[in-house]
């Protein structure tokens, strides 16, 4: 029996490399995530709540004066890489300080922090020893900000993830070329693909093994070959593979915008909440088994971009993140630092008017579950234990009705406040009667212990 098993693989092994494409052999594999991956899912999970930070060179070009470019001016621009490369030559943010960012951050009640290590524009925001268009060998500045960064993190107890372009504009055996980064970047027309994947897997080694711990690597990128030679040649179960045996506990995001694929551990959603596309190019498919998260610019721009003032009100990023854990997702607020090395000054003022919120009622999202029922048009729910999170964030009648039947209430009080809430049980369900003054709160929250 064993004998003819391991035929049988034998011969498995010949069709999958000789016949079958990567992807099938990718979304075919099995993937068993580790006790400790596993423990940081729960972690994660339980977080809620992360600061994305976009900052690179492009952060000096600002978004050039248009609203929609900022670190896609190299690509929007068409700046060829030669000239692009002088952008290093000038960036010199001194007035960085990693300890005032986190301690900014931390003030938002966000519990981890992505940054970029590497952009669309191939140029690496750490001491890579493997190119040296990094900021240690191109910069004045010459600092390593990921490890300034991590040292600050690790004293204020913020996990720091990685996010890591697969795609890039810069590396010329990054060949054929997607949709992205084409002739304008001056590359010849010549490369050889597999020395490119091999080239990021030894930067993302780099990430995993100079920085200690880190709570994970956010690809992004996949979708430039999705409709070009390369689709299927990322390698993707190697890489995984890599970087699993070297951090256990990293998690692997990867915002392709497709189904997940095996070796994953959280799925991530652009610009929507899990389920909805209004931004079009996000998939409807929401895993029911892995962490969500959902990543959101503050304004229009994950960049740094001088002319975007389409600030959105603590009200709304608040309501994102209420959105959010109700549908079981995590809640990644983005940010781009100017070029000085500076948070903007409205991106921090917002950190803290979401932190003090946090303060009041953030026991309806730490640690919580989205549910027990589904999103409503007027809100969401939370769970924790035996606590029901009741998040009405549009509604203006006195009472609200919740479908739930099977459930036995000890008591229903407005969170933050201690009032009690009266209700009233029916065969299909609850009916909660409510102020409609308190509606008038950001997120008025009815808290339901069970028996
Ligand atoms: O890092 C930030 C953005 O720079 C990056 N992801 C976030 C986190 C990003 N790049 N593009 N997008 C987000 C939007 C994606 C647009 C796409 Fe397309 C639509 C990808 C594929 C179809 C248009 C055509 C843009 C690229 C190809």
Known sequence: MKKISAVILVLLAGVTSSCMTATAQERGAVYKPSAENIAARHWFQDAKFGIFIHWGVYSLMAGAGEKDVAEWVMEEKQIPIDKYERLATFFNPVKFDADKWVQDIKASGAKYITITSKHHDGFAMYDSKVSNYNIAKRTPFKRDILKELKAACDKAGIKLFFYY???????????????????????????????????????????????????????????????????????????????????????????????????????PFEQDLPGENDAGFNTTFVSNEMPLEMAQTMNGSWGFNLVDDRFKSTKELISALVGAAGRNSNYLMNTGPMPDGQIQAENIKTFHEMGEWLKIYGESIYGTRGGPIGPRPWGVTTNKDKTIYIHILDWKDGEIFIPLTDIKIGDATLLGKDEKILYEMTDDGVIFKI????????DMIIKVNLL
């Open 165 to 267: 372009s697969q795609l890039d504009w810069h590396h010329p055996e990054y060949y054929p070329r997607g949709r992205t980064g084409n002739v304008y970047t001056g590359r010849p027309q010549s490369g050889d693909w597999d020395s490119y994947i091999d080239y990021q897997n030894a930067q993302l080694r780099e990430l995993l093994t100079n920085y200690g711990d880190i709570g994970g690597i956010w690809f992004d990128g996949w979708w430039d070959q999705e409709k070009g030679p390369m689709k299927d040649r990322w390698r993707l179960s190697e890489t995984y593979k890599m970087i699993h045996d070297l951090q256990p506990q990293a998690l692997i995001i990867n915002n392709h915008h497709v189904a997940p694929y095996p070796g994953e551990d959280v799925q």
């Open 435 to 442: 102020d409609r003054e308190a509606l008038q709160n950001w």
